[in-house]
């Protein structure tokens, strides 16, 4: 499939089937149709969290018949679906299911408030059933590959081959490519780098059962989790508070950004990269203030393995799940 990279964005060649492009993340879906008159009939929705533990599969199957309406585009010509999805995957003969820990009640028990007990999300079988070409990949990896395509992950055109994607969203999770080699596991798990355990802390449950780990101390849902308490309800009354020179708050900012660091230089250190782009919507809102201190918390350490490694914003920015979402089926 040819895809043309146009000032105004990106479209299929002429005649070419149109494509569904699916990004599935902890707090929203978000469909929408590809074809040669570029990216059409957006739609998002809250990811579905309630109901039987196929809801989310129908949840899409919905959608992608709402974003061809939008497009004007019959469901029937669409060619092939790609959907880039938070984890981890969990496989029931060979077809992917969810265990992803901000949708599935079921993996830490009530204490994380979600409706529902689910221990999967049934994903990839309605699909299959609803379409004839489906591919599943973890988001980190679309992205990743949107990142080597299109984005910042590329040198004079030519994608890298040492680097990493990372989001900081309401989850963590990254996509991993090894000497030109993409990274994907026994399962498509590899890259959840978010459950790495750092700490002991109490506070931080994450969805996962873990206590302690990245996501657990950090993650977009986690800074809200864990200081309320202390006054700051979400990320961006975090991030205000310090911009406005609360001292507190940039003191828990400078703890956060150690946590990331501390991921960041372990992921530098066990694959030996030569660039990470960072994305996702809390660092993407915040990113002028979070970079120098992201650098700061990994340079510096162990030189022969972190010169030489930058660390950089997404050059797809927030649209790097749509186009991760793409780069599956382009």
Not at 6 to 32: E, H, M, R, S, Y
Not at 160 to 185: E, F, K, P, Q
Not at 283 to 297: E, G, Q, S, T, V
Request: overall charge negative.
């Amino acid at each position: 499939m040819n895809l043309n990279v146009l000032t105004d964005g990106f479209k299929l060649a002429a005649g070419a089937a149109p494509v569904a492009c699916v990004d599935i993340g902890g707090t929203k879906v978000a469909v929408n149709i590809v074809d040669e008159h570029g990216i059409r009939g957006k739609v998002i929705e809250p990811t579905a969290t309630s109901g039987p533990s196929d809801a989310l599969g129908q949840q899409i199957i919905r959608l992608v018949g709402q974003s061809c309406a939008a497009a004007g585009v019959p469901v029937q010509a669409v060619s092939r679906v790609g959907v880039s999805s938070c984890g981890p995957f969990v496989l029931n003969q060979g077809l992917v299911e969810l265990a992803a820990p901000n949708i599935c009640g079921g993996l830490a028990g009530p204490a994380r408030g979600l409706p529902n007990d689910w221990k999967a999300a049934v994903l990839e079988a309605p699909l299959r059933a609803a379409f004839a070409h489906v591919r599943v990949e973890n988001d980190g990896i679309g992205a990743l590959e949107a990142e080597r395509r299109w984005g910042a992950l590329q040198t004079h055109g030519v994608p890298m081959a040492n680097c990493a994607y990372v989001t900081w969203s309401t989850g963590i999770g990254t996509g991993l490519c090894v000497d030109g080699h993409v990274l994907r596991g026994k399962n498509g798990n590899a890259g959840h780098a978010g459950h790495i355990f750092v700490s002991d802390n109490s506070d931080a449950l994450c969805g996962c059962g873990n206590v302690g780990d990245v996501e657990g101390l950090i993650a977009g849902n986690a800074l809200a989790r864990r200081f309320a308490p202390a006054g700051y309800a979400d990320p961006a009354s975090l991030f205000g508070a310090a911009y406005a020179g609360d001292i507190k708050a940039s003191a828990i900012i400078d703890d956060v950004c150690e946590v990331m660091g501390r991921m960041l230089f372990s992921l530098i250190a066990t694959l030996d990269l030569s660039r990470i782009s960072i994305g996702g919507s809390v660092y993407w809102h915040h990113r002028d203030y979070l970079l120098p201190r992201l650098r700061a918390a990994v340079h510096g350490h162990l030189p022969p393995l972190t010169q030489g490694c930058e660390l950089v914003s997404a050059g797809l920015g927030l649209q790097v799940g749509d186009f991760g979402a793409l780069a599956l089926v382009a």
